[in-house]
């Protein structure tokens, strides 16, 4: 990838910048896929995203310092 800077008229800007909101990706996927359609290419789709539970493990026992765990090796 190439981090590049790009002018956009501000209409087209505001409205590629809620599209990327409402399809939750980067600004810089919507832009990469216009460009990809733009000049003929197929359009690579981005893996869906997807979230992992998260559960508690309990409250930590005892001290986790460093030096307290190098102490008791």
Not at 46 to 62: A, D, I, T
């Amino acid at each position: 990838m190439i981090r590049t800077t790009v002018r956009l008229q501000e209409d087209l800007f505001i409205e590629a910048r809620k599209k990327a909101i409402d399809e939750r990706v980067a600004f810089a996927d919507i832009i990469s896929q216009a460009l990809q359609n733009y000049l003929g290419r197929p359009v690579i789709k981005q893996p869906e995203k997807y979230s992992l539970k998260v559960y508690s493990m309990g409250k930590v026992k005892g001290d986790l310092r460093r030096a307290q765990i190098y102490d008791n090796i």
